[in-house]
């Protein structure tokens, strides 16, 4: 029961937090460089079900990895989990796109910013309601 109420509130909170993130009149500055292969608008039902299929995944994982995290309270271990999504995530996506594409430091920087903010958020939610 835990592992549902923690998923379905994983993937309610990646919805707000990616719509706030890059919702906003100064991420739309500085995301003026993906504009030309942009959608012209958003399906947000479709969003919302994808968000809440992640929340599922998010809290899945951190359901096989929660016995190796280095810590001995929920909220660290979250933390931990949180880290090391944010790594696969945003910093390996964000590294292959500065790799392929000319992107402003800006923007990489709100990226990697923003998306420690978020994966770090999802995983203490994890960590605070999956118990061992």
Known sequence: MRYILAAVLTG????????????NPYAARLMEC????ARQSINIPAGLVIDLIYGF??????LLVMPVLPAEYGIIKGLTYGLGIWFFRVLMGALSSWMMF???GKTLVYILLTGLAEML???MVNGLIIKK
Do not use: A, E, R, V
């Not at 309610?12 to 919702?23: P, Q, R, S, V, Y």
């Not at 993906?34 to 292969?37: A, G, H, L």
């Not at 995944?57 to 951190?62: A, D, H, K, N």
């Open 12 to 23: 309610i909170l990646f919805g707000i937090m990616d719509g706030l993130i890059n919702g």
């Open 34 to 37: 993906y504009q030309p292969i």
């Open 57 to 62: 995944i998010i809290s899945g994982i951190y």
């Open 102 to 104: 000319t992107i402003p």
């Open 121 to 123: 958020i999802l995983g």
